[in-house]
């Protein structure tokens, strides 16, 4: 049977052939899919979209839940003092900063375990093992006789909600077609980091309201055991594995030996390494600071204001890529980064007033410069790539005609260069700038409980950061808007 299609009002009709039945999902054992083709419109339109819709749906609330684990040693840790635990002050920051490091560390091999397992089985493995930290916690932190080094040893394994951001996005980009790969991702990455936000905001609340009047530390990991549980048996239960999803070791290798690479991340620990690691020192700030205004008591629980600038950082980061569809990302970046700097140097000038109120707005207006910057930087990836592709093809061309007699090797490492295109590498790329870029949330709370325990103050790690800002900047600035060169030409 035949359908027809009726071009205008009264215009002709023409055939359009058979209906072409609703696609169906190929799957084995194990919900793995056979037959996924998301560039195929009818396959997209008919299965497709619903299906890539239940997977990110799923992913963003486990990538949410660790981003919140991760989180949760940086509010726990204001509290331990009050507990009874007898910590230094540098032993709280590295409390603090441990998270960041080993959630730095994870995402490089976790970029790979999708391909290697399976997206929803990955998911579901990675979602369970967040009650290790949650469930550590919520027994170590019961005891004020716990040995500090089982403190950090948990601390430590909360960086697998660090490990999380790069699986979900991983995962989620094989489902989805080239033209809504940056809607789902965007999303994801959103999702994922207001889980930071959510912790700072309710587990203040849980420890104080739920523990009639009295503090009970142990429900900040407990909390979320059940939420952890119903995450991982939904994503068992709801997601799939793609049997197509190939681990790029080779566009990743390729890209490691991109000098560019090696910029851009380390433009990224100056943005997301700032989001990521003022949203981790944030409380601890206030209450070393403005101890008055470390809590408020609301309706008999206590409320921090530190979850607005993990908040705020997150919801301006897709602000920080669209305003670089209209302006280039450098030109974005450069000025994050002068706003970053000066934003710091106000908070600097202003601590003496001692206003809280000046001094939350001032980090508020940083997290919004470094979420914009977050957004920004990872928009000038691809343009970058493949732009080098085009800046190496003439000269490569040129040293080929002229070097008959180079040996085999080079002749070879040039032939396998070549044969990674720039999107491979741009795309393994963008899994490793935020691995790197995630070490700044180990070295901004590092910095800072240094400063503390050499001088009494926080002014000289400050110092430092605006130091590193200006430089991020001039590098930026000189990398891919100086006049002359390729990046500044094509607008990067």
């Known amino acids: ?28 054992p194990g919900r793995w899919v056979e037959n996924w083709d998301a560039e195929d419109r009818h396959f997209w339109e008919t299965v497709g979209r619903r299906t890539a819709a239940t997977n990110l749906k799923w992913s963003i609330l486990c990538e949410f839940l660790g981003f919140v684990v991760w989180q949760l040693w940086s509010i726990v840790a204001v509290f331990l003092p009050q507990a009874g635990f007898d910590l230094t002050t540098g032993q709280i920051f590295l409390l603090i900063s441990m998270p960041s490091l080993v959630g730095a560390t994870l995402r490089i091999p976790y970029t790979f375990m999708v391909a290697r397992f399976g997206g929803r089985n990955w998911t579901v493995v990675s979602a369970l093992l967040l009650l290790i930290p949650a469930v550590g916690l919520g027994l170590a ?44 991702l965007g999303l994801n990455a959103a999702g994922g980091n207001l889980g930071a936000a959510v912790a700072q905001l309710l587990v203040p609340i849980a420890v104080t309201a739920l523990a009639a009047g009295a503090l009970n530390l142990p429900l900040a990991g407990w909390i979320w055991v059940p939420f952890i549980a119903f995450a991982g048996l939904g994503a068992r239960q709801h997601m799939h594995n793609l049997s197509h999803a190939r681990g790029d070791v080779s566009g990743a290798l390729a890209a490691l030996r991109e000098k560019h690479l090696w910029i851009i991340a380390f433009l ?36 921090s204001l530190a979850f607005l600038g993990p908040l705020v950082g997150s919801l301006t980061r897709p602000l920080g890529g669209k305003l670089a569809d209209r302006g280039g990302g450098a030109r974005i970046t450069v000025a994050a980064f002068a706003a970053m700097a000066a934003i710091t140097i106000a908070v600097v000038l202003t601590l003496p007033l001692g206003s809280f109120w000046l001094f939350l707005g001032l980090f508020l207006l940083l997290f919004t410069a470094s979420g914009i910057a977050n957004g920004s930087t990872y928009k000038m990836i691809p343009a970058v ?41 741009a795309s393994a790329a963008l899994g490793l700038v935020s691995a790197i870029g995630a070490y700044g949330g180990f070295l901004i709370p590092q910095a800072l409980g240094h400063s503390a325990t050499a001088t009494g103050a926080y002014t000289s790690a400050f110092l430092g950061f605006v130091a590193a800002y200006l430089l991020m900047m001039g590098t930026a600035w000189f990398c891919y808007l100086r006049p002359g060169t390729v990046f500044a030409r094509q607008g990067v």
């Not at 100056?270 to 205004?293: C, H, K, N, R, Y």
């Not at 040996?407 to 490492?413: E, N, Y």
Request: charged share 15%.
């Open 1 to 28: 049977m035949s359908t027809t299609e009726r071009t205008g009002q009264s215009g002709p009709v023409r055939p359009t052939g058979p209906a072409r039945p609703e696609a169906e999902l190929a799957m084995r």
């Open 141 to 184: 932190v019961s005891d004020p006789t716990t040995p500090f080094w089982v403190l950090v040893a948990l601390a430590a394994s909360a960086g697998f909600g660090g490990g999380n951001f790069a699986s979900s996005m991983a995962n989620i980009t094989y489902f989805y077609p080239a033209r809504e790969k940056g809607w789902a």
């Open 268 to 303: 990224y620990i100056g943005t997301f390494g700032s989001f990521i690691g003022f949203s981790a020192v944030f409380p601890q700030l206030i209450a070393d600071t403005f101890p008055e205004f470390s809590s408020f008591a609301v309706l008999g629980a206590s409320l």
């Open 385 to 425: 790539f493949s732009l080098r592709s085009v800046e190496r093809a003439g000269p490569a061309e040129r040293a080929s005609a002229h070097d008959g007699g180079a040996p085999a090797a080079a002749a070879t490492a040039r032939a396998a260069a070549a044969s990674v295109s720039p999107e491979r590498q």
